[in-house]
């Protein structure tokens, strides 16, 4: 089940990730390309600890995946320890899709004739 829900988590964060440059700078002009579609943008998610992230997520989800099953069936404590677990298991592979996502939209937007803006500042 957490892996299903993570695998959503991925498909929910690819798909923002690839449109978020896009929505923070639309393409109403052949200049749109500004900070969130430039090289140090691309070089800041490089940086990302987006593993660490996912580890961190995975282990609070098992935690509180731990929690329901110490409560018992049908409480309102074990709704609330399974939200959580499905919680952070769908943020886990939300992180991941996310950053590999807003990655590809600026790997492809770097082949194009106008290319990336090194800072996108001006
Ligand atoms: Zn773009």
Redesign the pocket.
């Known amino acids: 089940m957490c892996c299903l829900v993570e695998a959503l988590g991925g498909l929910a964060g690819g798909a923002i990730g690839g449109i978020a440059?896009?929505v923070l700078e639309p393409?109403i002009s052949p200049n749109h390309?500004k900070l969130a579609?430039s090289v140090a943008t691309a070089g800041a998610i490089s940086l990302a600890k987006v593993a660490e992230w996912q580890d961190m997520c995975r282990r609070r989800g098992a935690t509180a995946t731990q929690t329901a099953l110490s409560c018992a069936a049908g409480t309102r404590e074990r709704a609330d320890a399974e939200f959580a677990a499905f919680g952070w298991s769908f943020l886990a592979g939300f992180i991941a899709g996310f950053f590999a996502g807003y990655a590809s939209?600026l790997a492809l937007?770097a082949v194009t004739a106008r290319g990336l803006p090194l800072w996108g500042l001006g």
């Open positions: 440059p896009d393409a390309r579609h939209h937007d």
